[in-house]
């Protein structure tokens, strides 16, 4: 059973940077990709960027791109969102994510963190 913690979150200004970590435990070879969601008040959960364990292959939903970057460290076990040019939109609760197939829909997700709060204030 794979279990994911999150930390790294806070309070930053517009522009501003934060990074997200997320350590995982019981972390199997069944565990094909980690992603970060995100989840605002009153709105459904986002996915935002995705890693695939053996290939290292990211993605990311256009609103981040050139902004945040996905990364792992496989012998730590863990997978970090780097986020520059933080924007007060960015504002939510991100959750780690792990998936078994794909990791870019909430439906394909077998395990999630606590989550994590970031808020961008202008």
């Known amino acids: 059973q794979v279990q994911l913690v999150e930390s790294g979150g806070g309070s930053v200004q517009t522009g501003g940077s934060l990074r997200l970590s997320c350590a995982a435990s019981?972390?199997?070879?069944?565990?094909?990709?980690m992603g970060w969601f995100r989840q605002a008040p009153g709105k459904e959960r986002e996915w935002v960027a995705r890693?695939?364990?053996?290939?290292?292959?990211?993605a990311y939903v256009d609103s981040v791109k050139g902004r945040f970057t996905i990364s792992q460290d496989k012998a730590k076990n863990t997978v970090d969102l780097q986020m520059n040019s933080l924007k007060p939109e960015d504002t939510a609760m991100y959750f780690c994510a792990a998936g078994k197939t794909y990791c870019n829909s909430a439906t394909a997700i077998t395990t999630w963190g606590q989550g994590t709060q970031v808020t961008v204030s202008s």
């Open positions: 019981g972390y199997t070879s069944s565990t094909a990709c």
């Open positions: 890693i695939y364990r053996n290939s290292g292959f990211t």
